[in-house]
């Protein structure tokens, strides 16, 4: 399936990325990935299957990237394309559903990292409004935290919810704000546009 397609896409789940990326020896986890992926589409490249490819490869500190974490990726990018331009705002961060307060945060804080370098990755080269920018900080702050600390209790729980969702909100009026200024447009970017590569 190619990035970008307008075809429904099957739900990729935490593990669904997991467990390829272990498999292929990559040094990001899935939330990481997920937001790098997000950052990139926020900041309105579209780039082609080859260019995810490479971009990924790259970003997981991998030679190549495997075909069945190949497919996995494009479908996640189809489905986070997806999800950002559902008018239900269906969008969320694909974080871990451990028990375990202080797993989630963490992914949480990761998301946050890979989103910020995806959407550098991207080259947004408007300013953006204050809002974007200021949840762009924000973000580069909450990559910073450390939730190792986090305890299983109704109050952290909350927390983590409040943050959870200003970031999801941030993200999408970013994606908002840089595609509708790009125009909308979905093709905008292809190989030589995308952005250049991480290292």
């Known amino acids: 399936m190619s990035a970008g397609s307008a075809k429904p896409v099957k739900k990729i789940a935490f593990d669904d990325l997991a467990n390829p990326i272990v498999a292929a020896g990559g040094n990001i986890g899935p939330s990481e990935l997920h937001g790098f992926i997000c950052g990139v589409l926020a900041a309105g490249a579209r780039p082609s299957a080859s260019r995810w490819q490479?971009?990924?490869?790259?970003?997981?500190?991998?030679?190549?990237?495997?075909?069945?974490?190949?497919?996995?990726?494009?479908?996640?990018?189809?489905?986070?394309?997806?999800?950002?331009?559902?008018k239900d705002f269906s969008f969320q961060p694909l974080l871990s559903d451990s028990d375990e307060l202080a797993e989630r945060g963490q992914t949480l804080c990761l998301w946050c990292e890979g989103f910020l370098h995806g959407f550098g990755v991207g080259k947004y080269t408007d300013d953006l409004l204050p809002t974007s920018s200021e949840a762009l900080k924000d973000m580069a702050e909450i990559a910073q935290l450390d939730a190792e600390g986090m305890e299983n209790d109704v109050e952290q729980e909350r927390q983590l919810f409040e943050v959870q969702e200003?970031?999801?909100?941030?993200?999408?009026?970013?994606?908002?704000?840089?595609?509708?200024?790009?125009?909308?447009?979905?093709?905008?970017?292809?190989?030589?546009?995308?952005?250049?590569?991480?290292?």
Request: include cysteine.
């Open 54 to 86: 490479k971009e990924t490869a790259d970003f997981l500190d991998l030679e190549a990237v495997p075909a069945d974490l190949g497919r996995a990726i494009l479908s996640l990018v189809d489905q986070s394309l997806a999800d950002f331009t559902d």
């Open 166 to 199: 200003y970031v999801r909100m941030g993200a999408l009026n970013i994606f908002v704000e840089c595609n509708s200024a790009a125009g909308g447009k979905a093709g905008a970017a292809d190989d030589g546009a995308a952005g250049p590569t991480l290292h």
